[in-house]
């Protein structure tokens, strides 16, 4: 494990550390100056309070590529419940606790190597502020009322990664989908224009179906924009 007080972004570290390991490794930081999430957003992390980590692992070592991000989320939710929290995965890669932002996933493919990206609010003292991007956010502990150790949940996470992202592609999305919520309302960027959408599957491959305002069904990856309506 690499651990840090301040950086620019722990997948960045990362990717400079990879060039001379050969094992899976773990980049952990108290703060990130220039954190990123999806479509290059900021992501907010006052000093100490939240959990920021890149796990790297080498590609050769991944069952399924092409949903991994599924199988991270299905992580995050499986150690939240442990740790007595309801969690949902808000498709593509955040993680919400009653309907606000509670974690998010950014991953990356560097050569040999791939860069699995976590931010998870733990300490975060503020509850469902309106922030960036009209998201609400909050934190286990404006959830709980109780302090959450970083580190064990670096433990508790490498443990739990290190099962799901060796799940076949069936048995990740079937676990996805247990934890997905599909009544959010959406809404999808067509021709620079933002339509309303209804959510109703999630294709084997990861893609999202969804049925638009004017009764289009329409399949969807996850480098297409998808913002959330209000709840």
Not at 79 to 108: H, M, R, V, Y
């Amino acid at each position: 494990m690499f651990k840090y007080d301040v950086v620019d972004s722990t997948n960045e570290i990362a990717k400079n550390i990879c060039a001379n390991q050969h094992k899976r490794f773990v980049v952990t930081a108290n703060i990130q100056t220039t954190g990123k999430g999806q479509y290059g957003r900021k992501w907010l992390s006052p000093s100490g309070e939240n959990f920021l980590a890149t796990f790297c692992v080498p590609q050769i070592e991944i069952t399924s590529d092409s949903l991994i991000s599924f199988a991270v989320a299905n992580a995050v939710c499986i150690i939240l419940k442990e740790c007595g929290f309801t969690s949902q995965c808000k498709w593509p890669n955040d993680i919400e606790i009653n309907s606000s932002k509670i974690a998010g996933i950014l991953t990356e493919k560097i050569n040999d190597w791939l860069l699995i990206g976590i931010g998870l609010n733990l300490n975060w003292p503020k509850k469902r502020s309106e922030l960036v991007n009209g998201k609400r956010y909050t934190s286990l502990y404006a959830e709980s009322g109780e302090k959450f150790n970083v580190n064990k949940f670096v433990s508790l996470l490498s443990k739990e990664l290190n099962s799901q992202i060796n799940k076949s592609t069936a048995e990740i999305l079937k676990l996805y989908k247990s934890f997905w919520n599909k009544k959010r309302n959406i809404e999808i960027l067509v021709d620079d224009v933002w339509i309303p959408a209804r959510q109703t599957g999630i294709d084997s491959e990861g893609a999202l179906i969804v049925e638009s305002v004017h009764g289009n069904i329409i399949k969807i990856n996850t480098s297409a924009r998808v913002r959330t309506n209000a709840v």
